[in-house]
């Protein structure tokens, strides 16, 4: 988009459509000549933000408004901006825009209040990331980690290593400088030291890059267990319908069966796996054994469920399960709870009843709870952000990986500068110390209008 960045803008700031009440935002320089065609009465332009009651001249008609003012350009743009609150009528906010439009303001483009303020200074790249993830998040744990992004905690990390090596390679060229008077401003273990440590918070942000960037939208609970251990009555019960075959034979689930299941207002995938046996490859049951793998590497949580009368611990069978898990003691109903294994294991299994419906709900709370722990301890980077920034992360570390070896060789140190230089350039693409025109926009492209 082209940065007029001298003119002043409008746009609705609430969603489309009627309403109870509306939002026209409005920012730029020429904000409050734009403002005196409009306001009725006149009022004196203030010197720190106000919010006060006004009315707008709107085709030779007064509509009543609320108008929020940040006068000075210690507001969110780095401007001028005003909040025009108000009938959330369309025909009402149409014409309000209409009379900015002819006072002297042009429609913004989308994402353009965003951009100004990341222009300004006021957010870095990532928190302008983390202002569209909280526009399109679809659960809980993306609202939360969009919102943790916003309020700065993946830029402050970066910036932090950015100025720990801008610090580093002040130490080393400064040693270049005086390199005939044998000056060491840093030593060569200090200098290792604190590389390693880069390379190590590189290594943390491209995994959690690595676990924003999946391809599935909803979270995945896979039910694992042994064969009759009642995972496919358990699915039945769980998404209110039947969806899975159910028999008292043992292995008659083979192919494996997702459904969509809706709880707390969180879309979760559920689904059903073939019971875990060892099986030759060619046969059925060992093609029925691939696709449980398949599923159970795919998962973001795993049930593993146990018949209340098996006495064989879910960990003898479980080893391979790599992702979070969840015991469940199926079939509760037919071993009363007095009579249960005491053992540690069975002790912290939940028991559930699929046929009598009892534990359900328990095992519900516990499902989303586990998911938005998971979310919560893996999911720090908003996937908008995920993607964008690999590329950066991977040369950032690249360079590093590069820095750390000629510090092992003792090689010229102007080669290890250029290094440093290339990881600097790596993390500064991350929150927006480096950029270009067209990466912003692709990134503010994706905003609504009044954003």
């Not at 409008?10 to 509306?22: Q, T, V």
């Not at 003012?69 to 108000?86: D, M, N």
């Not at 707390?264 to 029925?288: F, K, M, R």
Request: aromatic content about 4%; glycine content about 8%.
């Amino acid at each position: 988009m082209a940065l007029h960045l001298g003119e002043t803008i409008a746009a609705l700031g609430s969603a489309p459509g009627g309403a109870a009440r509306g939002l026209v935002r409005l920012g730029g320089p020429g904000l409050e000549a734009v403002l005196t065609q409009l306001v009725e009465p006149p009022f004196q332009w203030p010197s720190k933000p106000v919010a006060i009651g006004a009315s707008l001249r709107v085709q030779g008609s007064l509509v009543p408004a609320e108008l929020s003012l940040w006068p000075t350009a210690r507001s969110y743009i780095g401007q001028p901006l005003a909040e025009l609150h108000l009938s959330g009528s369309p025909p009402v906010l149409e014409a309000v825009l209409a009379a900015c439009f002819e006072a002297g303001a042009r429609p913004a483009e989308r994402g353009e209040f965003t951009l100004r303020a990341f222009l300004s200074g006021r957010l870095d790249l990532t928190q302008a990331e983390a202002v569209l993830g909280v526009i399109e998040a679809e659960s809980r744990a993306e609202l939360t980690t969009a919102l943790g992004q916003l309020a700065g905690g993946l830029g402050v990390e970066v910036q932090s290593a950015r100025n720990s090596l801008l610090d580093l390679l002040a130490d080393l060229e400064a040693g270049l400088d005086f390199a005939d008077e044998h000056l060491e401003f840093v030593t060569h273990d200090e200098l290792s030291r604190r590389l390693v440590e880069e390379a190590r918070l590189v290594d943390d942000l491209l995994a959690r890059a690595a676990g924003r960037m999946r391809s599935r939208p909803i979270p995945r609970v896979v039910l694992a267990g042994q064969p009759n251990a009642g995972k496919s009555t358990l699915v039945n019960a769980l998404a209110g319908r039947q969806v899975a075959l159910v028999s008292n034979q043992a292995g008659t689930t083979r192919d494996y069966v997702s459904v969509e299941w809706i709880v707390d207002g969180v879309a979760i995938e559920l689904v059903d796996t073939a019971g875990w046996e060892a099986s030759p490859e060619e046969t059925i049951a060992g093609q029925a054994q691939s696709f449980r793998a398949e599923q159970w590497s795919q998962a973001d949580l795993i049930l593993l469920c146990t018949p209340a009368d098996d006495a064989v611990p879910h960990e003898t069978w479980a080893t391979e399960a790599a992702v979070p898990t969840l015991g469940v003691l199926t079939k509760s109903d037919m071993v009363p709870a007095a009579n249960a294994s005491t053992s540690q294991t069975a002790s912290t299994q939940l028991r559930v009843s699929a046929t009598e419906g009892t534990g359900l709900s328990e095992l519900r709370r516990a499902i989303v709870a586990r998911l938005a722990t998971s979310s919560a301890d893996g999911d720090a980077l908003v996937a908008t952000t995920a993607a964008r920034c690999r590329e950066g992360l991977v040369a950032a570390r690249s360079a590093l990986g590069r820095a750390i070896a000629l510090v092992g060789l003792e090689t010229d140190q102007e080669l290890l500068a250029i290094e440093i230089r290339e990881a600097l350039d790596g993390l500064g693409r991350l929150v927006g110390a480096v950029y270009t025109d067209d990466l912003l926009d692709r990134i503010f492209s994706r905003f609504c209008i009044g954003k």
